[in-house]
C-alpha cells in the first residue's frame, strides 16, 4: 500500500474552483483551496495522474520541509539541515526556484542561490563531491516558497509548467496558454454537447482543449517528460498503469468543431498543430474572415474566442470591437459566445449587454472573460414569447 501525503497544485489567477473540482473528481483527499493554489492529500500513482490528467494545473509540487525563517543565513541552515541524499544523487543536477511574500525577503534569485548553495555545501562537507546545477534539465527541481517568514521547500513533480503540453509546433505572435484555453473553456461551460466555434482561432489551441474536454482525452499525454521521472523512486510500471487507465475513459464526440481565422499562417499553424494533437478528425480550421461569416443551420452554437487586444498587434479597437458586437448580433443569434479581452475599454464598443463578466489574468494583462447571450430577436421579444408558451 502505497503512503499519502500531502501536495500543492498551482493555478491561474480565477481558476482555484476549477482546479478544486478536478481534483475532487479525480478522486483528491483532504482538499484546501487558496490563492491560485490547491491544496490536497493522495499517493505516488495519484501524483502521477494529476500531472497527466489535470486541465488547469500548472504545477505539482510535494512539500518536504516547512519551517520559520528569519534571514538568509537562518534559511541556509535549515534547508542543508533536510536529508537531500533521499531525494538526489551527488552525480545528479538540480534547479532552485523561488516565489516570495512579505518584507523580510525580496529578491527572488538570492534566495534560490541560497537554498541551492545549502543543497550542494550538504554533499560537500558529506562526501567531498555536489551535484551540478542545470537550470534546463535538471533531475531535481526544489520549490521554495516563502510568505511572510513561514517557508516551505517542495520537490517540483512537473517539471517544466504544465501549460507545455507537448502538441503545439506552431505558433502565432500573442499565442494563448493552453491552460489559460483549457480553464475558458471549463468555464464557459461547455460540455462538448453542442457544436463549438472559435472564429479567431490563431495556432488553435483552445480548439485543441475543447476537443480535448469532449473526448475526455488527457491533457498532457504528449508530453516528453515529467520531472517525477528523475527522481530516485520513478517506478515506470505505475505510471503506464496510470496512464492505461486514464486512456480508457476517453469518450467519443458527434458535434462540430470550427475555427476561422483570416491569416493564412495562422490557418496553417492551427491545422499544424491539431494534426500533431491527433485531433483532425474532430476539428477543421478554415480561411476566413469572421465579420464576414454567419451560423450555419439552427442548431445550438457555443462560440469561445481570443481576441486581438491591441497589446502586441496594432489595431483599430473602437471599429473591431463594434464589428465584433454586431457581426454576433446580426449573425449568429441563438448562439452563445464567449471571448476573454485585456482591453476593456473596447469592451463599450461591443454594444451589446453581457451576461457575465469574470476576471481573470492573461499572463500579466487583467482581463476579464465575457459572455453574450445571442437571442433571435430581441431579449424581450423571446421572453414574450417563453410566456405566450407557458400560458
Sequence with gaps: MQENFEMV????FGFEELLETELRQMGAQQLKKGVRHVRFVGDKGFMYKCNLGLRTAIKILKPIAQFNVKNETDLYEKVKAISWENYLNVSGSLAVGA???????????????????????????RTGSRP??????????????????????????????????????????????????????????????????????????????????ACNIPPNLMRNEFGF???????????????????????????????????????????????????EEFIEVKHEDFFKTQKGGQRPLHLLFNPP?????????????????????????????????????????????????IKLFNAKLESRLVRYDLYSGSKKAKKNHNNTKSN
Excluded at 314 to 333: A, P, Q, W
Design 9 to 12: 497544485a498551482k493555478t491561474l
Design 309 to 357: 487586444y491591441g497589446e502586441r498587434l496594432e489595431l483599430d479597437t473602437e471599429t473591431f470591437y463594434n464589428n465584433l458586437g454586431r457581426t454576433l448580433k446580426h449573425n449568429y443569434s441563438g448562439s452563445t459566445a464567449w471571448f476573454i479581452t485585456s482591453n476593456l475599454e473596447a469592451l463599450k464598443h461591443v454594444g451589446l449587454r453581457t451576461s457575465r463578466k
Design 132 to 213: 551540478n546545477v542545470d537550470l534546463r534539465f535538471p533531475d531535481l527541481k526544489i520549490d521554495v516558497h516563502i510568505d511572510r517568514n513561514r517557508c516551505t521547500i517542495s520537490l517540483d513533480s512537473s517539471g517544466e509548467s504544465l501549460h507545455k503540453r507537448g502538441y503545439k509546433v506552431a505558433t502565432n505572435i500573442a499565442p494563448i496558454n493552453e491552460v489559460l484555453a483549457a480553464g475558458l473553456v471549463l468555464l464557459s461551460g461547455w460540455d462538448g454537447q453542442t457544436d463549438f466555434m472559435d472564429p479567431m482561432c490563431g495556432s488553435g489551441t483552445i480548439l485543441i482543449e475543447a476537443a480535448m474536454i
Design 229 to 279: 521521472e528523475r527522481w530516485n523512486d520513478w517506478d515506470v510500471d505505475l505510471f503506464e498503469t496510470i496512464e492505461r487507465s486514464l486512456l480508457s475513459k476517453t469518450r467519443d464526440f458527434h458535434h462540430k468543431m470550427i475555427g476561422y481565422d483570416k491569416s493564412p499562417s495562422a490557418v496553417r499553424k492551427a491545422i499544424e498543430n491539431i494534426k500533431h494533437a491527433h485531433l
Design 99 to 125: 516565489t516570495l511574500n512579505g518584507d523580510t525577503f525580496t529578491h527572488s534569485k538570492y534566495v534560490s542561490l541560497k537554498t541551492k548553495d545549502a543543497v550542494v555545501d550538504r554533499f560537500r562537507d
